[in-house]
């Protein structure tokens, strides 16, 4: 199994011919390292088409990450001292604010992998900030009957929910309906993180997960994917999902086939459970 020990906004640059300046490729990536069967895997992820393209494997001592003087903007290389490969990288966060703790946690890990990322405190402390500023908001028993309700409810024909009350994705992915999930099946945290924003600033944890779903930009985006529901017009995005095309026709659409899925896979592969 592998486990996800930091990742972070960054796109590829490539030499320009013969020369020792370098280019930076405008392609959407993120660096990510990874300990697998004690060996640390290197990967640099395309954003846009969720594929790791570069996946190197790397021994303690004999790679360094560090700055490119003769690039324009934030360029970075990796370079072997058992070679003379050199991987080209540019910070695609819009702030440069934290480029120096993800340049000296990445070389921490490649002087040994055992290595703990440190992180400065203020960039934590935003994020507690944030998290904390938002009131948790809890799902009243009318709402969760309803929510089984649409989900139970007949869907030939759509009847038993075109009565109902119409129902927020808001009312649903709150923080305590969530967090459970995570503080309870703590082994769904590593499978998550591979989808979260690559620059996250701790090791994904649960407690992570709670910060991030108790913050106002996680409240937003679900906002966005429900009225983005409501158009009717996401069918080509919640296939890419593994869903039917009708699941993209409204809120209650996409629930339903949520629930169908997760039935389907949880005949097919159970988890033991205590």
Do not use: C
């Not at 058992?82 to 070389?107: I, T």
């Amino acid at each position: 199994m592998a486990d996800t020990l930091l990742a972070f906004k960054a796109g590829r640059a490539f030499r320009r011919g013969n020369t020792n300046f370098v280019d930076p490729d405008t392609t959407k990536g993120a660096i990510i390292l990874k300990k697998e069967d004690d060996l640390l895997h290197f990967l640099w992820k395309n954003r846009s088409t969720g594929e790791v393209e570069e996946d190197l494997i790397l021994f303690p001592t004999d790679a360094t990450f560090s700055g490119v003087s003769q690039a324009s903007g934030r360029v970075y290389v990796l370079k072997f001292s058992s070679s003379d490969q050199r991987h080209f990288f540019w910070m695609q966060d819009a702030s440069s604010a934290r480029d120096e703790e993800f340049v000296n946690n990445v070389n921490g890990y490649l002087m040994d992998s055992d290595f703990e990322a440190s992180w400065d405190a203020q960039p934590e402390a935003s994020t507690s900030t944030a998290s904390s500023s938002t009131a948790p908001f809890q799902a009243t028993p009318e709402q969760l009957a309803q929510l089984q309700q649409l989900l139970s409810g007949a869907v030939s024909g759509g009847a038993g929910t075109s009565a109902l009350p119409e129902l927020a994705l808001n009312d649903i992915l709150t923080p305590a309906n969530i967090a459970p999930i995570f503080t309870s099946h703590p082994e769904l945290v590593s499978t998550l993180f591979p989808h979260l924003p690559p620059d996250l600033p701790m090791p994904p944890s649960a407690e992570v997960v709670e910060r991030i779903i108790s913050s106002p930009q996680f409240r937003s985006a679900v906002s966005n994917l429900d009225q983005a529901l409501r158009t009717g017009l996401l069918g080509g995005l919640v296939r890419g999902l593994g869903l039917p095309e009708e699941a993209g026709l409204g809120v209650g659409p996409f629930l339903e086939a949520i629930q169908r899925q997760a039935a389907q896979e949880g005949g097919e592969d159970r988890m033991e459970t205590d």
